[in-house]
């Protein structure tokens, strides 16, 4: 994937500087776009979702089940799913996530019953013997199954969706600037870090206090620490009071297109942001374009904040 980095890239006080913004946001628009497919495209990819494709798609109450018991789940499998599927074991001590597993079995076509229920129940259905009966859903029994964090064993493949580049103080200038945005903001160490595999979260600060807070795990690349905390302050800006499931996707869009474009402003290398993508929307990467007002004035108005922080910094 080709490098975005535009570290000469600004725009002048002038009478046009609004213009220029939003000309030069939708051309990086479109080079997200196309660097969407290109991801799409790869071997590396494929690989990806092959390994996805092995992941079962768990119903909205089981779903709800895994997020009670392990919020920061991601890729949830059964004990011996792991082992044979993935060559992954659970550790020792891990408790299970518990889930309702449907029941198939031969069901009398009358009364829906497995045969042990049928004998003892008033059903009085004899056209055909129970060993001729269909299979179908007869109830549901708890199952265990584990996360991802839970298990060791061989790596499962991974998109490379981390910035690159010079952060110098973009760090500390997204940092100080989260009182204008509005937003209480926290690095937190690799040890605390209690968000699983995420690198970063965007929530309600308290039951008292409505502010947004962004709080990203800590690492030594600058560069995707940067691009982490301008993702979620695009969280912070866009989706804060915004509580719907069905639109999660479409606001990870959102959000890291509002990274990529503002990162590649600062000179990073945001290209992995395709990958990112690819990922959570993979199917139709033409709704960036679709939500390119929304995005672009998110990006302007971080642009705006950080210039200020900039120029207030001494030389």
Not at 49 to 70: A, G, M, P, W
Not at 265 to 273: E, I
Not at 282 to 310: K, Q
Request: glycine share 4%.
């Amino acid at each position: 994937m080709t490098t975005t980095s535009d570290a000469s890239v600004s725009f002048d006080q002038t009478d046009t500087r609004s213009d220029e913004m939003n000309s030069t946001i939708e051309q990086w628009i479109d080079d997200l776009v196309a660097g969407v497919d290109d991801a799409q495209a790869s071997a590396e990819f494929q690989e990806w979702l092959d390994v996805q494709s092995r992941f079962h798609d768990y119903s909205y109450r089981n779903t709800l089940l895994i997020k009670q018991q392990c919020p920061e789940a991601t890729r949830v499998a059964g004990y011996r799913t792991w082992q044979e599927e993935f060559d992954r074991h659970v550790q020792e001590s891990e408790s299970a996530i518990w889930i309702w597993a449907p029941i198939i079995t031969k069901q009398c076509p009358e009364c829906e019953n497995s045969p042990s229920y049928h004998k003892d129940s008033d059903c009085e259905y004899d056209e055909t013997p129970p060993e001729e009966w269909s299979e179908g859903l007869v109830g549901f029994k708890p199952a265990p199954v584990f996360d991802v964090s839970q298990t060791e064993g061989e790596p499962l493949p991974d998109l490379d969706t981390e910035a690159t580049g010079d952060a110098g103080d973009l760090v500390s200038q997204l940092t100080a600037a989260a009182d204008e945005l509005g937003v209480t903001v926290r690095i937190v160490s690799e040890a605390e870090w209690t968000h699983g595999e995420a690198k970063g979260i965007c929530e309600q600060l308290s039951l008292i206090d409505m502010q947004p807070l962004v709080e990203v795990r800590d690492r030594e690349n600058e560069a995707d620490l940067a691009r982490t905390l301008i993702h979620e302050y695009a969280h912070a800006l866009l989706h804060f009071d915004v509580d719907d499931d069905t639109e999660r996707s479409k606001r990870e869009v959102e959000a890291e297109a509002v990274a990529y474009v503002v990162g590649r402003y600062c000179g990073l290398d945001t290209s992995g942001s395709a990958f990112y993508l690819a990922a959570w929307e993979s199917d139709d990467p033409e709704i960036v374009r679709e939500r390119l007002g929304r995005i672009s004035r998110t990006a302007e108005e971080l642009i705006d904040v950080l210039e200020s922080e900039s120029s207030s910094q001494p030389s």
